[in-house]
């Protein structure tokens, strides 16, 4: 396990147990950093199985001497954690700017992959480059179907019970009877996280000082459900061509102190703006909160299929009352998801999902989720149909769907979220980057 912080050692250390005790693994061992020693050992001491054994990285810096050293360094560790008896799966969860590395060699060494979304974020100088996902992509999808190995991705949505279960499930079988295509998707997903202004420039966990933000944080989630829904087009038009065209407007962390109620952010020490020349600033940073509008177009007519919206917002309600960040909590900053979205078919049917965190618990330590599926459809020409119908779903846990896929990973099993199925979610996201660096004009994806 590359990267050992809260959410690993609980959330998947049960499904590691329960791995070594059917036989499917033999052992875990960590790849962490030297600057977390202290940390990675109190974490550990805290858990019941413990790692064999412990590789502390020294940390890599930056520039173009860091990044010859990085590979020597992943070489290095991952050389003296192998067994040359055993087969070895790595799961990559550091946080994301490190993926690439670790992901690409385990695809030119042969060695299954596990790797935490988004799968990578290519960095230039050490800034955010977009331009490059795509690209490096193709790259290392071409390298691992050479190789042999199996390369997953960490994602919420490939085994979730609602999005997957329910709404994609019931979805493709309306499009594949009906051929019906999906003509509007739009989806809003509310990710409730308030970091106050000094913790931008100061965060590893999730930073946004080395120029990328939502897209590349929790929002793939849900750019990964878009296309999938997307994607059910080709069971009506698998001959034809589609372009995406996006838009997007974007806010930041120099925006912030403008959209915190000044008496609020007076209480945690944070009404005031942090960075005197805030345009100057906002490119330092990636965004807190984007919109965008989209449409597919069938490329041979130019005629547009599908049109919708997709919106993924840190700057909503969170539960966060506390100035400093707690340590070793996972949820530090409060979050709380709100998702919203609907899929249309044509003039035929609609499903609608509302999925929410509900805070529970004496100081709301525990978070479980609550579902509303409601469906529309013209029931006079569809007998099978109700014009309407609303199900209720209680205690979800987002992390189930997670669990189940690190479950089929390491039993050798996992074949819904391969690194070659995330192609195109990884365009999509792309294609957001870089339409925030140009705010209002499209992008396009000439291949969807």
Known sequence: MVGFDEIVANKYLPCIRDAIEAGHVDSYSIIDLESERSTIEERIHGVDLKPREVVYLPAAG????????????????????????????????????????????????????????????????????????????????????????????????????IYNGELLRSLEERVREWQAPVTSFHLRAAGGVWNLQHEYESRDDHPYRYGYGMVMHGAYHYIDLAVQCLSLNKLVFPDRRFRLEVSSFGAFPTDQHLRIPNPTASRFEDGSPRWPYAETAAHSFGETDITATFRLVDVASDRTLTVGTLSFEQTTPSIRSWQDLPDDVYNKNGRTSSVDLEAQLSTLYSAHVHCYDVPRGQNADKIDAFARLTTRANASLLPNERYTSVNTFDGLFHSDSNRQLMENWLQGTENRSSLSAHLLPMKVTEALASSLLTPGRAVEIDEF
């Open 62 to 161: 930056s520039g173009a001497t860091a990044l010859r050293r990085q590979p020597e360094l992943i070489e290095a560790a991952i050389g003296q954690l192998r067994l040359p008896e055993l087969p070895m799966k790595v799961y990559i969860a550091t946080e994301v700017r490190a993926h690439e590395a670790y992901l690409r060699y385990c695809v030119e060494n042969g060695i299954d992959s596990l790797v935490e979304k988004p799968v990578l974020a290519p960095l230039v100088n050490g800034r955010f480059a977009p331009a490059r996902i795509t690209e490096v992509m193709q790259e290392l999808i071409a390298q691992a179907s050479r190789t042999g190995a199996n390369h997953s991705v960490m994602t919420l949505s490939r085994y979730h019970r």
